[in-house]
């Protein structure tokens, strides 16, 4: 069985940074492309990041483009968000997600086949 488990929020103040993480078990992680989105209270969830298998590739949100960095470590089979210049309105709670097909769209969530439980992160003005 599949888990995904995030950790690493928290609150930050504006202009500050954040790593959260998202281990993963059950699976064959170097197989799976991976993905962060998040969701916000009243909000639709939104594509974040994502990574491809061999970490060769990465995509983001235009938001988030030049802030936030997507990593990975497939001796960990882990997942990293590396999230700087952090705003309130990245306040959110975060997901990671992994599918084990080729995506033909990386930022469609219904592409992914495991979800995390999600992290709260909290910026503050």
């Known amino acids: 069985q599949v888990q995904l488990v995030e950790s690493g929020g928290g609150l930050v103040q504006a202009g500050g940074s954040l790593r959260i993480s998202c281990a993963t078990s059950?699976?064959?992680?170097?197989?799976?492309?991976m993905g962060w989105f998040r969701q916000a209270p009243g909000k639709e969830r939104e594509f974040v990041a994502a990574?491809?298998?061999?970490?060769?590739?990465?995509y983001y949100a235009d938001s988030m483009k030049g802030r936030f960095t997507i990593s990975r470590d497939n001796a960990k089979n882990t997942v990293y968000l590396q999230m700087n210049s952090l705003k309130p309105e990245d306040t959110a709670v975060y997901h990671c997600?992994?599918?084990?097909?080729?995506?033909?769209?990386?930022?469609?969530?219904?592409?992914?086949?495991?979800w995390g439980q999600g992290t709260q992160v909290t910026v503050s003005s």
């Open positions: 990574i491809t298998r061999r970490g060769s590739g990465t």
């Open positions: 059950g699976c064959t992680f170097s197989s799976l492309t």
């Open positions: 997600a992994a599918a084990s097909r080729t995506l033909l769209n990386v930022r469609a969530s219904d592409g992914y086949d495991y």
